[in-house]
């Protein structure tokens, strides 16, 4: 039950979904993961009906998480970071059954991080995903989160990676991403890729492709009405030496030194593509990006080091965090909530970053940027993230990129927050016209709970307590065809035993 009387808005709809880590062992000591982003995922849904939600979990059932649960013990695939103990690495037979699998995009299948839908808008027609930036996603039941299966590119030419920030085109119901792809002779090549809602995964209609100078590890773009907004970043993963190095990706991330950020910008109208550079930086995660009249694109995204996707979410590091805070972000001395502004015209880009008038120590230095979707790609004001200091403090931010005055910060100590997602007003009166929602790890209570903030205040509308902890996870999706009259019968398909109604 809601823990305020304060009502819920009667317009929530939908379904929210979290996809995140949930086991990294599988009964035997041996071969524990010891990164919590290799965690196997598992999908936790919150189905809006008014002031009444529906609420299951269900792990995502892939081929090398049901191998290993039937064998007791990790079975051969890609990691991200290696094994605590030497004595535990893969041998050299396994890891020749890891390459031939990574041949046929089979040895890494752990979706984890993400979710989006292709396919038409509503639940007959509409295909789920739970991706991340392998190549394979994995389908899912929207209604009770079963497991459909992996979805495959077409087998040639090789696809070597994808992207787990999908992004929809301004105006439209198509979706934008890209994939690395290889062929018999030439170079890597990038290839931009349009998925209209009649298209299925395997066949997107081809934007553009270009060749990048750098392989970069890159897990989101931007995008405006006209283009679409690659970096590469001066970061790789030296796929080279996969085999010698145990196949954990994160051992391979290599910063190039003397080398500048590669931006492409690609016309999705006519697939032209334009190179520019800029400093060196990284970044996982884009905010938005628009179009300043013809000739100028704005893009804001979130800087973070590298070296986070390793170090950060180390199960050693997590769990044995600072005993005194030394107030680091994560987002790294020195980088900030940025913002990039090309000019098309005379080929170069400038950087600035924005101020904090409200002299918070957590309102610039923010990651998992969320905004009102029906602002992706256009002008906008707002935008909301998760800033964490060390690992004993976490807050969430209301960013103002139009007049930092109007920016918020909401914390409450001892209570570990995760990504907002943003619900929008029907009525749309303004672009901070809605809700946010989030799960919320209460340390004192050691409870999670479902947090509803109103998106023009960041003050709590209400909070839920959860029947079970939901660990900690990077992203959400709601998918507002998804509705459900709940306790009715057109829930189809509805697992009683994973289900548990919250009278809300």
Known sequence: TWEDPTPVPDWLSGTYVRNGPAQISFGSERRVLTSWLDGFAKLHSFKFSGS????????????????????GELQPMVTLNGFSNPEEEWTWWEKMKILVNSLLLTAFDNNNPALW????????????????????????????????????????????????????????????NFQRKKGLTG?????????????????????????????????????????????????????????????????LLTWLENEQTDVFVVNLK???????????????????????????LIIDICPSPYSNLRDYLSLDNMLNPPKVSKGLSTNGEGE????????LDREEITTSMFPNEIKNRFINDFDFP?????????????????????YSRTALVKKNV????????????????????????????????????TIVFDGTKEKSYLLILDAKTLEPVN??????????????????????????????????????????
């Open 52 to 71: 009444q939600v529906l609420f299951s979990g269900k792990m995502l059932e892939s081929p090398n998480y049901l191998a290993s649960v039937a064998a």
């Open 117 to 176: 839908r292709i396919g038409k808008d509503n639940l007959d027609e509409g295909v789920y995903l739970a991706v991340t930036d392998a190549p394979v996603p994995l389908r899912f039941n929207i209604s009770d989160l079963s497991t459909i299966g992996m979805q495959y590119p077409n087998a040639w030419p090789a696809t070597l990676s994808g992207c787990a920030h999908w992004i929809r085109e301004v105006g439209t119901d198509n979706s934008i």
């Open 187 to 251: 170079p890597v090549y990038v290839e931009v890729q349009r998925y209209r809602p009649e298209d299925d995964y395997a066949n997107p209609q081809v934007v553009a492709t270009f060749v990048p100078k750098k392989l970069s590890s890159i897990h989101s773009f931007s995008i405006t009405e006209n283009y679409a907004v690659f970096f590469f970043y001066p970061v790789i993963i030296d796929g080279k030496r996969m085999f010698e190095t145990g196949f954990h990706v994160f051992d």
């Open 270 to 296: 006519t697939g032209n593509v334009t190179q520019f550079e800029t400093k060196p930086t990284y970044s996982a995660h884009h905010a938005n990006a628009y179009e300043n009249g013809e000739n100028e």
């Open 336 to 343: 900030q909530f940025s913002r990039f502004t090309i000019n």
């Open 370 to 390: 969320t905004i009102n979707e029906d602002f992706r790609g256009l002008p906008y004001c707002i935008v909301y993230g998760w800033s964490a200091l060390d």
């Open 402 to 437: 139009c007049d930092s005055t109007k920016d918020l910060v909401f914390y409450i100590e001892d209570h570990y927050s995760s990504e907002m997602h943003f619900l929008p007003n029907p009525t749309k009166t303004a672009e901070d016209d809605g809700v946010l929602v």
């Open 463 to 504: 909070k839920a307590y959860l029947p079970h902890n939901i660990p900690w996870s990077a992203h959400g999706m709601h998918f507002p065809e998804a509705n459900f009259q709940i306790g009715k019968e057109n829930i189809k398909n509805k697992p009683k035993k994973q289900m548990k109604k919250l009278e809300l």
